[in-house]
């Protein structure tokens, strides 16, 4: 399986609620990165968290970081109909020798906002 | 242009052609990468550049996939004899160093097998 996973597969929600999606990886990171992605268009970069951060905001984003756990989760906050979209993780895998040189991205996590 | 750039769009050709597709990074990123996104899939790395180092090939799945990079610039992915399981759309991202740093991603070609 894949080092990133998130979780759930879709989400439905309405506008304002929050969204919670996870993310599952393997491996040691050197850090973990969301993107999002809207339909026909390449991925936009969200927040980027370390291995030795805990949690990280970025306007209504949260995104926290369980190393324990090998698992982050992006929480989106007051949630709008141009949230909608899949989002991704991606894991900068750690490697003795100076450190991973590419991202592994989960399969991502469809939300959808309905007004 | 502020972003990365890739061309074509859209690229629809016959089983066993040739395609080649373009990517240009963001001025000065050294770092390039091409991925593979198959429909309702996640990304999957191919190749990655980093300056003048040998690229990173391990993600290329046969020996039909091939990429260059001149320099620190324009980027072109071939696919020689396509076959129906190529279809799906390939992504560049370019990024200041790496994979520790966030990375800029083009639209990507979405490639069509017939």
């Known amino acids: 399986s894949q080092q990133g996973e998130e979780d759930p597969q879709a989400l439905s929600i309405q506008e304002g609620e929050n969204a919670t999606m996870n993310c599952s990886y393997k491996?040691?990171?050197?850090?973990l990165q969301w993107y999002r992605q809207n339909s026909g268009r390449g991925l936009v970069h969200l927040i980027l968290?370390?291995?030795?951060?805990r949690e990280k905001h970025s306007g209504r984003l949260r995104v926290t970081l369980d190393t324990s756990k090998k698992s982050s989760s992006l929480l989106i906050t007051a949630s709008r109909a141009a949230d909608t979209a899949s989002y991704f993780c991606?894991?900068?895998?750690?490697?003795?020798?100076?450190?991973?040189?590419?991202?592994?991205f989960g399969t991502g996590t469809q939300l959808k906002v309905e007004l | 242009g502020a972003g990365v750039s890739q061309s074509p769009s859209n690229k629809v050709t016959e089983k066993g052609k040739d395609v080649e597709l373009r990517c240009d990074p963001i001025s000065g990123h050294t770092a390039l990468y091409w991925y593979r996104q198959r429909l309702g899939q996640g990304l999957e790395f191919l190749i990655y550049f980093q300056g003048n180092s040998a690229p990173d090939k391990s993600g290329l799945p046969s020996d039909r996939f091939s990429a260059e990079r001149t320099g620190e610039s324009v980027s072109t992915l071939t696919i020689q004899r396509t076959q129906q399981e190529d279809s799906a759309v390939y992504l560049c991202?370019?990024?200041?160093?790496?994979?520790?740093?966030?990375?800029?991603f083009g639209d990507g070609t979405r490639l069509s097998i017939l």
């Open positions: 491996t040691s990171i050197n850090n």
């Open positions: 991202a370019s990024s200041w160093q790496g994979a520790r740093e966030p990375q800029h």
């Open positions: 991606a894991t900068d895998a750690f490697e003795l020798t100076g450190g991973g040189n590419k991202l592994t």
């Open positions: 968290i370390r291995s030795n951060e």
